[in-house]
């Protein structure tokens, strides 16, 4: 009956026209870091999705990611997860995707049970996979390989490149060998790259992507040690894929700055209209380096010069915001009462756990995991995210969660990044509180207020201030007694639940999520 009410009324309201959608061009930039926590970034667009894989389960596989903007991404589950009787079984690293004869070929490191990496090949029907290996390793090696990457000239010839590991090899050089149409790899190696500029150290050049531009062949390659903050881009150039190759005296051209740490092991994928180049790439979740990386993307520019090949440039990195790729499309955020039986195309996910929720009886329920987004934190399962409007605005949700365990947490959002977000949240500190919380710049702080029976939780954005209220009839509402002041850029508004260090998994149901833009009603 419930669910019957709660349809007539939107049904009601929508024919009387009084809740109109948000308008498609109040979104008109994105600001990096994407909300994807990946390594090793690769992009392959196939007609008008791209396909999006990476360093992410190196113990199990590899995720995928889909996107029509190059911005917003859905997770779609494993391209590829490893059988007890496949040659990888272990460090699974930077894969990428190509189409031979109407098939897809994943090709990545991994390691067997008696080998170090070595480079696999496996075949699907479908970007999304599943993958099977298919030549385990692609070719013989005594030496451990790394980062493999696959070039197809204008004739049609393959190219493989990879790495020879500096844990083998004294230090990390790229090679190329040329593959057959069948897909077997040439015994001949051509040497291609080694540390040879300063800025490069003595030991790594990794992660190759070769392109073509007019009669240029263009190399990109990250230097230094991938957890370091200055492990960074820089390319060379030749007049065949096999070189000799010349690096660029700009180099880095993709390097760290004060704010951004370890840019690196970049893809190029045209934007949605194909008018402009993005480079893809991972940077450092901490400014102190680290394993831990996200998903960037910037624009690419290129410098002729007359009689010489042309100067690669990227326009970053970035953490302003910048404009949208040209043709991105954004889809805005809307008020949603979780009728329907799957989420709008308005909602994204950050850290999506397959399994970890579910929509039913007009409820979002969300089955609590041991992660958060607190500091350096960065594992909360299971955000939902829509973009805010571009003003101001207020976000309401009633949420039915009983939490017992210090940190179990049901929570409200306005989202930047991980490092920058504030949030409201029915939680255990002790005994059962009110936490509204914010974080910049990766600094928490958070203001506690004991809670009844209060369930609604409300919070309102004018210019950069943010403000808090709960009710426990949704007409009534109490302002709690905190408030911040941020400058969050390209905002989303979210839902999320999380039980960090906690024995019990508890659920969260939400109600819904109401959206109401500054001067206006709830955008449905």
């Not at 690196?264 to 831990?292: C, I, M, R, W």
Request: charged letters at 25%; a negative charge; one cysteine or more.
């Amino acid at each position: 009956m419930k669910q019957i009410l709660r349809a007539i009324v939107v049904g009601i309201n929508l024919a009387a026209g009084t809740l109109p959608a948000l308008a498609a061009d109040e979104i008109r930039t994105y600001a990096n870091p994407l909300d994807v926590i990946i390594a090793d970034p690769f992009v392959l667009r196939h007609g008008d999705t791209y396909y999006l894989y990476g360093t992410t389960d190196a113990r199990t596989g590899f995720r995928v990611w889909t996107s029509t903007n190059l911005i917003d991404w859905q997770s779609r589950g494993y391209a590829y997860r490893k059988d007890r009787n496949d040659f990888g079984q272990r460090q699974f690293w930077a894969p990428e995707v190509f189409e031979h004869k109407g098939k897809f070929y994943l090709h990545y490191t991994a390691a067997s049970r008696e080998f170090t990496q070595r480079i696999v090949l496996a075949e699907g029907d479908s970007p999304l996979g599943p993958f099977r290996e298919v030549k385990a390793p692609w070719f013989e090696s005594k030496l451990c390989l790394i980062d493999s990457h696959v070039f197809k000239d204008t004739d049609g010839q393959l190219y493989l490149y990879y790495v020879l590991d500096c844990s083998e090899n004294g230090d990390s050089e790229i090679y190329v060998r040329k593959v057959s149409d069948e897909l077997d790899v040439s015994r001949e190696d051509t040497f291609c790259a080694k540390p040879s500029q300063a800025w490069e150290g003595d030991q790594w050049n990794e992660a190759p992507f070769v392109f073509k531009r007019g009669s240029t062949y263009f190399l990109t390659y990250s230097a230094n040690c991938y957890v370091d903050t200055t492990y960074n881009v820089g390319y060379a150039t030749a007049s065949s894929p096999l070189g000799p190759w010349t690096k660029a005296p700009e180099n880095p051209i993709l390097r760290n700055t004060k704010d951004i740490s370890g840019p690196g092991h970049n893809a190029f994928v045209e934007s949605p209209d194909g008018k402009e180049l993005y480079a893809v790439y991972h940077t450092h979740q901490l400014l102190t380096g680290g394993p831990k990386r996200h998903l960037a993307i910037d624009l690419v520019k290129f410098i002729e010069q007359p009689g010489k090949p042309p100067r690669l440039s990227i326009e970053g990195p970035t953490t302003a915001p910048r404009p949208l790729p040209s043709g991105a499309k954004i889809v805005t955020g809307r008020s949603d009462d979780f009728l329907a039986d799957t989420l709008g195309p308005s909602w994204t996910m950050f850290n999506e756990v397959s399994g970890g929720w579910k929509l039913s009886d007009g409820w979002l329920t969300v089955k609590t995991q041991d992660g958060d987004v607190f500091e350096e934190r960065t594992d909360l399962a299971n955000l939902f995210l829509q973009y805010a409007p571009a003003d101001n605005f207020t976000i309401t949700t009633r949420v039915d969660f009983t939490p017992r365990e210090n940190y179990q947490h049901a929570s409200l959002y306005v989202w930047q990044d991980h490092n920058n977000y504030a949030k409201l949240a029915l939680c255990h500190d002790e005994r059962l509180r009110l936490e509204a919380a914010c974080e910049v710049g990766g600094r928490y702080q958070k203001k506690l207020t004991d809670a009844t029976d209060e369930r609604f939780l409300r919070i309102q954005k004018a210019g950069q201030r943010l403000t808090f209220y709960v009710s426990a009839d949704g007409e009534k509402w109490r302002q709690l007694d905190v408030t911040f002041d941020v400058t969050f850029t390209d905002i989303k508004i979210g839902l999320a639940a999380g039980a960090p260090g906690a024995a019990e998994r508890p659920e969260a149901k939400f109600d819904f999520l109401h959206i109401e833009p500054a001067g206006g009603r709830a955008s449905r």
